[in-house]
DNA sequence: GAACGCCATCTTGCATGGAAGATGGCGCGC
DNA sequence: GCGCGCCATCTTCCATGCAAGATGGCGTTC
């Protein structure tokens, strides 16, 4: 027997509540549903071509994630963040970033290095982005030196949190691109981290890729504050 | 209009896939559903007295926390935790519970202060446990001051994910809690964490917190590994 | 005119049936 | 005796039906 080694979803066949998942986690993220839509899942199967089954488990996948909400007997309700919603993810940001960046520099030499490698590489690409004013650009490659930073660290699970805990503050982040000042210190603040995980300064690499977070979240929650909305 | 503000959950009509998600997750953490079990959904709705789709929607947030995997039209496994994934779970809690404790000494003293009364008081307790023998109450007492100490951070996202982690890894913790050396040394590191929160040292408080987990861990994965078991 | 209460409608919770697919045993061929 | 392939069985996936409950409008009453 060769036991093929679970080969990770070998056969992803394409499941309906995959599909809706997808299709729902997406409309959200975009606010194509705004937060504070309320629908039925009638609704939404009808739109998504399916009947209410996959939806349903879909949505319990996503109030799971804390994305949505079911009201018994009400609807679905896409769920609205509000300033202190702000606050707890981001701490929670700053506590998974700064423990990923501690874990790569903890990493024997040879583990770590590469990883540090590429991240270089995508904060290059930042500063370049950033020279050339190129907004969009400089926050993708943000957003991936961030991502890369967590996954880095070699932890399946704090990948996954990660990725969730990012979902719920995606359209907050995408709110706030545009209206940040220009993220000049970034590039110079990722070199700092990048530069302790190559010591293998564990400590320090923490507190930087903290106070990194903790700096940009600091211009950000203001803004949203100050936009008067208290509902994303 | 009153508003009447939410009131979280007022009405907790019992619904049949809570019953199913929470008979489910109990029998998983006592073991009474073996890692490594697996089952049909049928079978396991006939056992609680109900039909197939509770079952389906409990199973299907069980696998979002990880605890099961709903292999297709094969059956739900009751995921078994190989080393490796214990290493994973816990560099997650420590990352948590160091992030807490950083968050607790960085809070204004007139919040911190009442919390840090609190945790004191445990760890009194875990002491006296220690001092008669009782090591069951000594591990009551000391998973309450870490549970504690994660929800001191006010943040209800941190205590969510603590939570997920927490549950994973509660069969390995069971596990151990007779094999390892009398944990002497835990009441000292928890009042060194306290003394920290106390002082409002935020980064000393994050240092001892994760060195006191980092320590317990070092002890317990030789134990697991040594116990010949690849899987939990 | 205002407020109460009833009822039609719409919502999810749950059960069940049919379909597609994976598994493992059994029989056949060599 | 050994190995291959077929088929019965079992499993989840999804659609649909029914029931309980919440909502909001409308009519009635004061």
Redesign the pocket.
């Known amino acids: 027997m060769v036991q093929m080694r679970d080969n990770a979803a070998a ?1 992803p ?1 394409p ?3 995959d599909a809706a998942y997808a299709a729902l986690k997406r409309a959200i993220r975009d606010t194509a549903l705004a937060p504070g839509y309320q ?5 939404i ?1 009808l739109q998504l071509g ?5 939806v ?2 879909a949505v319990i996948r996503l109030q799971e994630e804390g994305l949505v909400r ?7 309700l896409v769920c609205a963040l509000s300033p202190e919603d702000m606050r707890e993810i981001y701490e929670v940001i700053v506590a998974l970033e700064s423990a990923a960046a501690a874990l790569i520099a903890a990493q024997p030499k040879k583990q770590r290095k590469p990883v540090a490698t590429a991240l270089e590489a995508v904060n290059a690409a930042m500063a370049a982005a950033l020279a050339a004013e190129d907004l969009p650009a400089w926050a993708e490659a943000d957003g991936r030196f961030h991502q890369m930073l967590v996954e880095g660290a070699g932890n399946a699970r704090l990948v996954r949190i990660y990725a969730g805990i990012m979902d719920q503050s995606h359209r907050a982040r995408m709110l706030t691109l545009r209206l940040r000042p220009r993220p000049i210190l970034s590039v110079q603040e990722h070199a700092g981290i990048l530069a302790a995980i190559r010591a293998g300064a564990e400590a320090e690499a923490l507190a930087r890729a903290k106070a990194h977070r903790q700096r940009a979240v600091a211009q950000i929650l203001p803004l949203l504050a100050q936009l008067g909305m208290r509902q994303i």
């Open positions: 056969a066949r499941s309906l509540v629908g039925s899942e009638q609704e199967a399916m009947s209410r089954t996959p349903h488990e079911v009201l018994p007997r009400r609807g679905v």
